[in-house]
T-cell receptor, first 113, second 114 residues
Framework: GAVVSQHPSRVICKSGTSVKIECRSLDFQATTMFWYRQFPKQSLMLMATSNEGSKATYEQGVEKDKFLINHASLTLSTLTVTSAHPEDSSFYIC?????????FGQGTRLTVV | QQQVKQSPQSLIVQKGGISIINCAYE??????FPWYQQFPGKGPALLIAIRPDVSEKKEGRFTISFNKSAKQFSLHIMDSQPGDSATYFCAASSGGTSYGKLTFGQGTILTVHP
């Protein structure tokens, strides 16, 4: 149980375009999901908390207009990186709470060229 | 202070040995302490977690030791295997949105030599 699926696993996009990443809870309902960013050989940094049916809560320093989060259902949250630039290249990971604990998706490697 | 400090940054252990990774925290509101294992290019996987009401929790070869007064906790991997080679993260939560909101340590790269 507690499986979180993230798609795509890898994406390459051109600078200035937008990219959407999906995060699904497969076997449970998640009223709250979380989006993290991880740079090579570094830890996970929380970007935002995604709340079903309401606006996301962004961590300090995260541009909400660049990283659009939508949590339209109890099993799906999406992160859209708008007008992507090379500095947005990173590993993006989502997670969802299931009982006591958080379970993570497989991550999405975004490369902006 | 929301930080969780993790050490060592890297660790090399021989097969069959014990791997020990330590974490310390400042925020006394933290009351949930999980450990995650991450392989390159993958998301973190929950290994084991502990609440402050117990001092130790064991699951298979993995044991968490927790010292509430010192605000420290550690992961012990017994009989370490080459397949355990990965990056390990400790984390802490104060219960934000059902313990899903986590503050992570800096990570430890574990290498187990055959």
């Amino acid at each position: 149980g507690a499986v979180v699926s993230q798609h795509p696993s890898r994406v390459i996009c051109k600078s200035g375009t937008s990219v959407k990443i999906e995060c699904r809870s497969l076997d449970f309902q998640a009223t709250t999901m979380f989006w993290y960013r991880q740079f090579p050989k570094q830890s996970l940094m929380l970007m935002a908390t995604s709340n079903e049916g309401s606006k996301a809560t962004y961590e300090q320093g995260v541009e909400k207009d660049k990283f659009l989060i939508n949590h339209a259902s109890l099993t799906l949250s999406t992160l859209t990186v708008t007008s992507a630039h090379p500095e947005d290249s990173s590993f993006y990971i989502c997670s969802a709470s299931a009982g006591l604990g958080a379970f993570f998706g497989q991550g999405t490697r975004l490369t902006v060229v | 202070q929301q930080q969780v400090k993790q050490s060592p940054q890297s660790l090399i252990v021989q097969k069959g040995g014990i791997s020990i990774i330590n974490c310390a925290y400042e925020n006394t509101a933290f009351d949930y302490f999980p450990w995650y294992q991450q392989f390159p290019g993958k998301g973190p996987a929950l290994l084991i977690a502990i609440r402050p009401d117990v001092s130790e929790k064991k699951e298979g070869r993995f044991t968490i030791s927790f010292n509430k007064s010192a605000k420290q906790f550690s992961l012990h991997i017994m009989d370490s295997q080459p397949g355990d080679s990965a990056t390990y993260f400790c984390a802490a939560s104060s219960g934000g949105t059902s313990y899903g909101k986590l503050t992570f340590g800096q990570g430890t790269i574990l290498t187990v030599h055959p």
